[in-house]
């Protein structure tokens, strides 16, 4: 079994900067995918970012430019950081990890509020 927490979300200023990071723990043994999607009220869950086990990533257009994710492979962490939020950028925050052999694990979420 794989948990996920996840941790960093909060109430935040347009214009201003977030990071969140999320940390798995369990039985990893081959990790692929690591990765960030948001929900907000009334809306699908999006994809933000992804980082795969090469290091290559991925990102929503929206957040291109904004938004940095990276891993830290020895803890087993991915970090999502977040520059220039914008009010839409707020949604609950969840971390996903996919295994090479295909299974998928969601965190618990956290909650991005970007207002004045």
């Known amino acids: 079994q794989v948990q996920l927490v996840e941790s960093g979300g909060g109430l935040v200023q347009p214009a201003g900067s977030l990071r969140l990071s999320c940390a798995a723990s369990g039985n990893i043994f081959d990790i692929h995918t690591m990765g960030w999607y948001r929900q907000a009220p009334g809306k699908q869950r999006e994809l933000v970012a992804l980082i795969f086990n090469d290091g290559d990533t991925t990102y929503a257009d929206s957040v291109k430019g904004r938004f940095t994710i990276s891993r830290d492979n020895a803890k087993n962490t991915v970090y999502l950081q977040m520059n220039s939020l914008k009010p839409e950028d707020t949604a609950a925050y969840y971390c996903?990890?996919?295994?090479?052999?295909?299974?998928?694990?969601w965190g618990q979420g956290t909650q991005v509020t970007v207002s004045s």
């Open positions: 996903r990890l996919l295994t090479n052999a295909g299974n998928g694990y």
